[in-house]
């Protein structure tokens, strides 16, 4: 079965420009997360959305917004981007989103120049 | 503030020896907890979870923790290292559900031939 994927692989953007970044869940799964890891740091949780709603939203601007489709993919939009917005963007699936584990995707390398 | 740390920045061991990578918690109620790896360029893969239940947790590739209430620990195990072990490890926890995760701030294993 095909894991978590994520599209782009890697993004070059320069700073005011705007991202989305997609996420495909693992067949099943209706529950994604999406984190940002900045380089030497742990993930750092974004959004979390569950049958199309959103369950909850990390400390981040309002800049960054999401939404998940009927098919259970998700897309993470990044508006007037900054040159502190470079980081590897994960997405994660679980089956549920209180017990079930979370599932991570390769990720989506943003450089903003 | 509810958080995870991972006190060693890198740890090294011999290949075949046993190798721990440390953890504790600082979380109200009962935590997920949860040991996540992740391989250059790559996103995090799962190896196992705390939720509740027997103390001692195993999981994938020969790892197991085990949950430690009076000392607030969550220290990963493996009896005998292996040298594709060497990557980043990250602790991570839920408050109370595996919704929104906080990880750790990562620790470097290296195993050495």
């Known amino acids: 079965d095909a894991g978590v994927t994520q599209s782009p692989t890697h993004l070059i953007k320069t700073r005011g420009q705007h991202v989305t970044l997609r996420c495909s869940p693992i067949s099943g799964h209706k529950s994604v997360s999406w984190y940002q890891q900045v380089l030497g740091q742990g993930p750092q949780f974004i959004f979390q959305y569950y049958e199309k709603e959103e369950r909850g939203r990390g400390n981040f601007p309002d800049r960054f917004s999401a939404r998940q489709f009927p098919n259970y993919s998700s897309e993470l939009n990044v508006n007037a981007l900054l040159l502190g917005d470079s980081a590897l963007y994960l997405c994660a699936s679980s089956s549920e989103p209180s017990r079930g584990t979370q599932y991570f995707g390769p990720g989506t390398r943003l450089l903003v120049l | ?113």
């Open chain 2, 1 to 113: 503030a509810q958080s995870v740390a991972q006190p060693e920045d890198q740890v090294n061991v011999a290949e075949g020896n046993p190798l721990t990578v440390k953890c504790t918690y600082s979380v109200s109620g009962n935590p997920y907890l949860f040991w996540y790896v992740q391989y250059p360029n790559r996103g995090l893969q799962f190896l196992l979870k705390y939720i509740t239940g027997d103390n001692l947790v195993k999981g994938s590739y020969g790892f197991e923790a085990e949950f430690n209430k009076s000392q607030t620990s969550f220290h990963l195990k493996k009896p005998s290292a292996l040298v594709s072990d060497s990557a980043l490890y990250f602790c991570a926890f839920g408050a109370g559900s595996a919704r929104q995760l906080t990880f750790g701030s990562g620790t470097q294993l290296t195993v050495l031939p």
